[in-house]
């Protein structure tokens, strides 16, 4: 399978600790998005990167949240001291560059998510 | 801070029906993808429209945009079952590269 993958597919922990999640995107694609999705609602933007650099990061993204994409391949995201209100779904997603005879859009393409539940 | 409106919130219909729902914005977007997600999946991407008054198919499934580029439908012709799912839209502005989603609509196709 060459699609987008996370891991861990769930994850439950208890308020107070800190968890990390890992997306290895598509090969190749040069850009990498992290979203937050919520019962009832569409995938709010977190952050996202372009090779190894962080170009932008969501006001609502507080400081107890922080993501790396060291090498421009794989990206973590890590939430230090969890609160309730951060149980939610975390999707991963990667685009290509865009084609030479277009410089945009930048299709994203989804992992299955990350499933976050805070007790 | 780009708002997408997706209507109707819920659709349920019986096999063999045709519905449309929408995506609407007082933003002009550069380009506006579509997505169907599963529970418990991510979205998946259905077909990206960036110019104002395309029209694009795809099988049963009949996307278009708007000609001010804010706004976008999709139609399915005789829905399937399979067709049951949450129907995402979302619009890229400025060529940001970053997509701002709509809240979706869930569809139910009743066999």
């Known amino acids: 399978d060459t699609g987008v993958s996370q891991d861990p597919r769930h994850k439950i922990t208890k308020r107070g600790q800190n968890v990390t999640f890992r997306c290895d995107p598509i090969?190749?694609?040069?850009?990498l998005y992290w979203y937050r999705q919520t019962l009832g609602q569409g995938p709010e933007f977190l952050t996202y990167?372009?090779?190894?650099?962080?170009?932008?990061k969501s006001r609502l993204l507080s400081d107890r949240f922080s993501a790396e994409r060291p090498k421009g391949s794989f990206s973590t995201l890590e939430i230090q001291r969890t609160e309730q209100g951060d149980s939610a779904m975390y999707l991963c997603?990667?685009?290509?560059?865009?084609?030479?005879?277009?410089?945009?859009?930048?299709?994203?393409?989804f992992g299955p998510g990350t499933r976050l539940t805070v007790t | 801070t780009q708002l997408l409106e997706q209507s109707p919130q819920f659709l349920s219909i019986q096999e063999g029906e045709n519905l449309t729902v929408y995506c609407n914005s007082s933003?002009?977007?550069?380009?506006l993808q579509w997505y169907r997600q599963e529970p418990g999946e991510g979205p998946v991407l259905l077909v990206t429209?960036?110019?104002?008054?395309e029209v694009k198919k795809l099988k049963r499934l009949t996307f278009q945009f708007g000609d001010a580029r804010k706004d976008s439908s999709l139609h399915i012709t005789a829905a399937q079952p399979g067709d049951t799912g949450l129907y995402l839209c979302?619009?890229?502005?400025?060529?940001?590269?970053?997509?701002?989603f709509g809240d979706g609509t869930t569809l139910t196709v009743k066999p």
């Open positions: 997603a990667s685009s290509p560059p865009p084609g030479p005879l277009r410089l945009w859009p930048y299709e994203q393409y």
């Open positions: 090969s190749e694609h040069n850009r």
């Open positions: 990167f372009q090779n190894e650099a962080q170009l932008e």
């Open positions: 933003s002009v977007f550069s380009s």
């Open positions: 429209v960036v110019t104002g008054g």
């Open positions: 979302a619009g890229e502005a400025n060529n940001a590269g970053k997509s701002t």
